[in-house]
């Protein structure tokens, strides 16, 4: 077979693949049965969902399985107020679905294109210190180990199995369907708007304590930082106009940093003009339904680094990072973000044990990023700093280990739910180690 048919490709074009089979099941009898076609084959095996993290996670030259097509809600229970999901389903289209039947996720991360497997199997979040990272929101979840055999667990049933699987980038089974549980379906007032640097950053604790979610977007260039606070609200739904959607989603932080750019490069003479403030632009006070305000469209492609830190060590941390911006010359042509979780206790989240402060850098597409990711990480490293799993970073097992205090429960689970190492490829034993 030419595999160079097959040639995948993730959402940022930072990582690629040329596998020798692809498969599309939409039943977990077929997801079985990929299994132990790869075992017959002696190959590799390594899943994938809409292909949103950054890293090599999900690469093979074996068997990719795509979970387009496995995408269904199996159950929806509004008494418990519980939904079971294949994992295959988009946050994006399952966040709808769920709220038809009156019920909503109690967070979600800022993009909502992800699978749900891989948002939850990489600790994706969200924003606010009341809140852990999605997974915590699962309270059951099917697992099919390395040799196809399903295991149900939970948090009451085979603990250290759910905890590894759950969160397991990959490399701890693979997540078949998942049971969320929710919460009645609840509107956000949404306030967005710039605020002098110096102040949101005096003050972070306070606002992080008096809004439900919190974040805030920063420039090393800027004396202004755009602030995003969301809370519950009982009143009707206020939304946005279509218009300042676009406006605001698409040509603010898609259309206008690469106009900006190109205006640059054609006309040097308007540097001075066509500064980051322009990009500083507040929406309206609005009211929506909360998956509609937790997530935004994002049209700038980039390649990303988060780190997570105690809470207590924010302000030092981000002054750290805005200082050697500052001194080394770099030219930054996105913004930082800088967002908080509460603790949780899955083995290798970033969350673990600990509320947490995550600073998020970016660059654009095509961009260097090894001059600004890799200091910035040693930063983050003073203090204790655990890397997003499906975010670019530079670290190893050996690094890592020492950051996770049940990183040994994690290996035990793995080689539990991947005894022959079917699950493993460059990255997983980069992170992880082998099997």
């Given at each position: 077979?030419?595999?160079?048919?097959?040639?995948?490709?993730?959402?940022?074009?930072?990582?690629?693949?040329?596998?020798?089979?692809?498969?599309?099941?939409?039943?977990?009898?077929?997801?079985?049965?990929?299994?132990?076609?790869?075992?017959?084959?002696?190959?590799?095996?390594?899943?994938?969902?809409?292909?949103?993290?950054?890293?090599?996670?999900?690469?093979?030259?074996?068997?990719?399985?795509?979970?387009?097509?496995?995408?269904?809600?199996?159950?929806?229970?509004?008494?418990?107020?519980?939904?079971?999901?294949?994992?295959?389903?988009?946050?994006?289209?399952?966040?709808?679905?769920?709220?038809?039947?009156?019920?909503?996720?109690?967070?979600?991360?800022?993009?909502?294109?992800?699978?749900?497997?891989?948002?939850?199997?990489?600790?994706?979040?969200?924003?606010?210190?009341?809140?852990?990272?999605?997974?915590?929101?699962?309270?059951?979840?099917?697992?099919?180990?390395?040799?196809?055999?399903?295991?149900?667990?939970?948090?009451?049933?085979?603990?250290?199995?759910?905890?590894?699987?759950?969160?397991?980038?990959?490399?701890?089974?693979?997540?078949?369907?998942?049971?969320?549980?929710?919460?009645?379906?609840?509107?956000?007032?949404?306030?967005?708007?710039?605020?002098?640097?110096?102040?949101?950053?005096?003050?972070?604790?306070?606002?992080?304590?008096?809004?439900?979610?919190?974040?805030?977007?920063?420039?090393?260039?800027?004396?202004?930082?755009?602030?995003?606070?969301?809370?519950?609200?009982?009143?009707?739904?206020?939304?946005?106009?279509?218009?300042?959607r676009w406006y605001h989603d698409e040509f603010i932080i898609g259309y206008l940093p690469k106009l900006t750019r190109l205006a640059k490069q054609a006309f040097p003479q308007l540097s001075k003009y066509l500064t980051h403030e322009i990009m500083v632009v507040a929406r309206d006070n609005y009211i929506d339904r909360s998956y509609s305000v937790f997530a935004s469209e994002r049209k700038q492609y980039g390649c990303e680094m988060e780190y997570f830190i105690p809470k207590k060590h924010a302000k030092e941390a981000l002054a750290r990072v805005l200082d050697f911006v500052k001194g080394s010359g770099l030219k930054i042509s996105m913004p930082i973000e800088v967002r908080w979780s509460a603790a949780d206790v899955f083995p290798i989240s970033m969350c673990y044990g600990r509320e947490t402060t995550s600073i998020a850098i970016h660059v654009e597409m095509g961009e260097r990023y090894e001059n600004y990711f890799v200091p910035v990480e040693t930063i983050m490293m003073n203090y204790e700093g655990r890397p997003h799993w499906g975010k670019m970073h530079f670290q190893t097992s050996s690094t890592l280990a020492p950051l996770y205090p049940k990183w040994d429960e994690f290996q035990k689970a793995r080689q539990i739910l991947d005894p022959k190492g079917i699950f493993e490829n460059a990255y997983t034993k980069r992170v992880f180690g082998p099997i």
């Open positions: 077979m030419d595999s160079s048919k097959n040639r995948w490709v993730n959402w940022s074009e930072t990582q690629s693949c040329s596998p020798q089979q692809i498969a599309f099941p939409s039943t977990e009898g077929e997801l079985i049965d990929c299994i132990h076609s790869a075992i017959k084959s002696d190959m590799k095996l390594k899943v994938v969902g809409s292909g949103h993290s950054f890293v090599g996670a999900a690469l093979t030259d074996g068997l990719l399985i795509d979970l387009s097509k496995y995408n269904h809600i199996t159950n929806v229970d509004t008494q418990n107020k519980q939904v079971t999901v294949q994992v295959g389903k988009k946050l994006e289209d399952l966040n709808p679905e769920i709220w038809n039947h009156g019920l909503a996720m109690s967070d979600l991360s800022d993009i909502a294109y992800q699978s749900v497997a891989g948002a939850i199997s990489t600790g994706t979040h969200g924003t606010g210190i009341g809140f852990g990272c999605l997974a915590t929101q699962v309270v059951a979840a099917r697992v099919i180990s390395g040799e196809g055999e399903i295991i149900d667990c939970s948090p009451e049933k085979d603990a250290d199995l759910f905890g590894a699987a759950v969160i397991g980038v990959g490399a701890a089974g693979i997540l078949s369907t998942v049971t969320l549980q929710l919460e009645d379906a609840f509107n956000l007032h949404a306030l967005e708007m710039p605020m002098p640097f110096d102040f949101v950053i005096d003050h972070q604790d306070e606002f992080v304590k008096d809004n439900e979610h919190f974040e805030y977007f920063c420039h090393p260039d800027l004396s202004l930082a755009l602030t995003k606070r969301n809370n519950r609200t009982a009143k009707p739904g206020k939304p946005l106009s279509p218009l300042g």
